[in-house]
């Protein structure tokens, strides 16, 4: 037999809507409450870890985008905003920001005179290393109350989920 688990936000709304109306089947409501809540939650502890580098959400973003797009970590302004889902306006502003902060340049493209590249600077560079070791580590800390087979279930379940939904 298993262990009970404690009731949480969702079920305590789930009941609710069973009470008020016993005619409609919400039980999608279940995941995609717990999912959004996830969400909610670990948001707060990864902007937590961020703040502590200085950096919001969407800035730790754009830095590990050109950091995890190799040496010399430099991508053209198009293929920022498609990795970030972002238009294009809302990538020239956070990238007025980044350049003002010093963690950004902008150079010339050497392959296309009518635009430019984005690189990380020097100073971005070891902010974003730092940064992102301590973010590795805040999820490993946010996804210790799970087993590793529970994680890999997970993932699965999740990947799957994601792919359904990207269809």
Request: neutral net charge; aromatic residues 4%.
């Amino acid at each position: 037999m298993t262990k009970a688990r404690p009731l949480d936000a969702v079920d305590r709304i789930l009941a609710q809507w069973h009470q008020e109306r016993p005619d409609l089947d919400v039980s999608p409501m279940g995941p995609i409450g717990r999912l959004k809540r996830c969400t909610a939650l670990i948001q707060r502890r990864l902007d937590e870890t961020f703040a502590e580098h200085g950096l919001t959400s969407w800035e730790f973003d754009v830095l590990a985008t050109l950091r995890r797009s190799g040496a010399p970590h430099c991508l053209a302004p198009t293929a920022l905003f498609a990795a970030l889902m972002v238009t294009s306006g809302t990538m020239t502003n956070r990238l007025q920001r980044l350049e003002a902060s010093g963690w950004v340049e902008r150079l010339a493209n050497p392959n296309d005179a009518r635009s430019m590249l984005v690189q990380l600077t020097k100073t971005g560079l070891a902010l974003i290393d730092r940064a992102v070791q301590a973010h590795v580590d805040n999820e490993h800390r946010v996804l210790e109350g799970l087993s590793p087979a529970d994680l890999r279930a997970l993932d699965q379940q999740l990947a799957r989920l994601l792919a359904v939904l990207e269809a």
